[in-house]
């Protein structure tokens, strides 16, 4: 979406200027890695959210981190690995896993080496593409109900392949627990009269978009 203004950005501002904000990120990453949820399904997490209690904690300048908790909370206990008295008491359960969730445990020492190994995110199996650099395209003008990498404000704009970077997991099958869809991601250029109107010009947006979010266009180069 659009229409919140600009990113403030404050150079000297600590990467975490409240304990606990480290805190919430590890807690996030810890369970990624537990093979409890991916990162698609984190971010479903955060857009679940109730839409007034989100859209009240970035007005009132709420920590980023603050989301990225209530979305931990609320995907363990969709997991059932918490449940929703555990959630609103500081005392911890159990912890029962349900039954066929085979979860691994990341270690503190781990920590350092996961964090450095920065593994790419492509992944090692192939799928057909369906676009070539140069091509053409549109973006399909859909409206899931889920999570989703296709911003409302490229749907039904055209634009051009600039680039294919392989084969990646699709987010919205992702997010929702129905596996990773293989497909071709590519970085589309719209031009910026396309996305807002005016006289054509210099400037461009780029986005990274999955073949089932694109179709080809036909419109021709004039």
Known sequence: MHGFGPILRDEHEALFPEH????????????IASGALSMDEARDGVERMDPLLYLRTIHAGESYYWRWLCATEILLERKGIVTAAERHNSRPGAGNVPAGLALSCLKAEDVPERVARRGSARLGMGAPAQFSVGDRVQARNLHPEGHTRLPRYVRGRTGRIERDHGVFSFPDTSAAGLGPKPQHLYLVRFEAAELWGGEPGPGAVLVDLWDDYLEPSDERDT
Do not use: D, N, S
């Not at 606990?20 to 369970?31: D, G, K, S």
């Open 20 to 31: 606990w904000e480290c805190r919430a990120f590890a807690l996030l990453i810890a369970v």
